[in-house]
């Protein structure tokens, strides 16, 4: 199969990625919409790629119908990343890097997007976030059974926490297209350097004393807390409790990898600590002393 035939076939699977979003599988395509994008950049000169996304672009408007430029929408705030992941492929820069641009670029487009939709409806999106959330909670409630203002307290709770879902949200995205893409790229004879195997997996000790300081700062705020630091707090215990368990997963295939366990026990042993959050306390002893060494001490 030749090159033009290759890419062909990922500008009909861009396409109908793309059309996808009108279906109810939106909240799983939208993951999968940058890795045709991505493949074809990476695959595909300048001009080339250019070529193929104006057709791409122009059936999914003609063929999306009143929706159209809701999809033509998406489909450019997906390209912006794609390109940028593209590029760090054809540098051929490692994984993280890769990870590291798409997040970048997904975050900025978030961020740019709120604040173009705030500017041109002259609204404010947190008060406007909170009173939709409130409404729609209330409609669970209609018996009137719970506490009085329980909407409320949750609505600001999920608007609180609004850093950390953008953060979340961008990050998984690059995550999943690097996971997919690279292995996409392969059928395309492109070979693309994947992730550090998950025993390796090992964060920056001085992340343990950002989390002393935020939880130090958190016993200072109260339930009326308001502005900038009480916000960045409530945010931040979340995002690093998540590093902290990334910490645990690769602290689990490292011991597995000494002990010569079995490959399908770390996998099980991972189970619990993503459905349990507390259990990030294992990922924080590990970044906090030196147990992996004291582990390979012992297995000599």
Request: proline share 5%; charged share 10%; aromatic share 12%.
């Amino acid at each position: 199969m030749n090159l033009s035939s290759k890419s062909l076939i990922w500008s009909t699977v861009a396409i109908l990625l793309l059309l996808s979003i009108l279906t109810p599988l939106s909240a799983l395509s939208a993951f999968l919409i940058m890795t045709p994008m991505v493949v074809l950049f990476t695959m595909l000169k300048p001009k080339a790629f250019v070529l193929h996304m104006i057709p791409i672009l122009l059936l999914a408007f003609l063929l999306s119908g009143a929706f159209g430029v809701v999809v033509i929408a998406l489909a450019i705030f997906f390209l912006v990343p794609s390109i940028f992941m593209g590029k760090q492929y054809k540098k051929g820069a490692p994984a993280r890097k890769v990870i590291v641009h798409g997040f970048i670029a997904i975050l900025a487009l978030l961020l740019l997007e709120l604040a173009l939709f705030a500017w041109q409806f002259d609204v404010n999106l947190t008060t406007e976030l909170s009173n939709w959330l409130r409404d729609a909670l209330q409609q669970f409630d209609t018996q009137r059974m719970l506490k009085e203002g329980w909407e409320s307290k949750y609505a600001n709770a999920i608007v609180t926490a609004l850093p950390m879902i953008l953060l979340m949200s961008a990050a998984m995205f690059a995550i999943i297209t690097h996971a997919i893409a690279r292995r996409a790229l392969r059928t395309v004879d492109i070979h693309v350097e994947g992730m550090p195997q998950a025993h390796t997996w090992q964060l920056p000790r001085s992340i343990v004393t950002y989390y002393l300081i935020a939880v130090i700062s958190s016993f200072f705020m109260t339930e009326e807390s308001s502005g900038f630091w009480d916000l960045a707090i409530t945010n931040l215990l979340p995002i690093l409790q998540m590093l902290f368990i990334v910490q645990a997963v690769g602290f689990v295939f490292f011991l597995a990898h000494e002990k010569k366990w079995s490959k399908i026990a770390p996998l099980l042993l991972c189970i619990p600590l993503i459905l349990y959050p507390p259990l990030f306390i294992i990922g924080l002893l590990d970044m906090a002393f030196p147990l992996r060494r004291l582990i390979t001490n012992k297995s000599k």
